[in-house]
Nanobody
Framework: QVQLVESGGGLVQAGGSLRLSCAVS????????MGWFRQAPGKEREFVAA????????AYADSVKGRFTISRDNAKNTMSLQMNSLKPEDTAVYYC??????????????WGQGTQVTVSS
């Protein structure tokens, strides 16, 4: 069983930055890959970024590459997503997921409650 709690969302102007965090409990944190997904109104949930067990491997959706940075702290059981140069199309509810199937980036059934990110133009 894995429990995930996201935080850090909010309202920001285009070009601004936000940092999301995901606190994890329930399993040995360093044994699995993790990821961020997002869901905009009227759209399906989509992959944003993923990080390997050790943190040495990362992957990003093309739409956020170069703007977002995923990281993890295995000592603190947390994962973060630094989002820079935000665009209105980044507006969505952001979810963290674990464990993630590395390679396919397929999420598990464990999701946090989500955190809203709204980018105004």
């Amino acid at each position: 069983q894995v429990q995930l709690v996201e935080s850090g969302g909010g309202l920001v102007q285009a070009g601004g930055s936000l940092r999301l965090s995901c606190a994890v409990s329930g399993r040995t944190f360093s044994t699995y890959a993790m990821g961020w997904f997002r869901q905009a109104p009227g759209k399906e949930r989509e992959f944003v970024a993923a990080i390997s067990r050790s943190g040495g491997g990362t992957a990003y959706a093309d739409s956020v590459k170069g703007r977002f940075t995923i990281s993890r702290d295995n000592a603190k059981n947390t994962m973060s997503l630094q989002m820079n140069s935000l665009k209105p199309e980044d507006t969505a509810v952001y979810y963290c997921n674990a464990p993630l199937e590395w390679g396919r980036m397929r999420p598990s059934d464990y999701w946090g409650q989500g955190t809203q990110v709204t980018v105004s133009s």
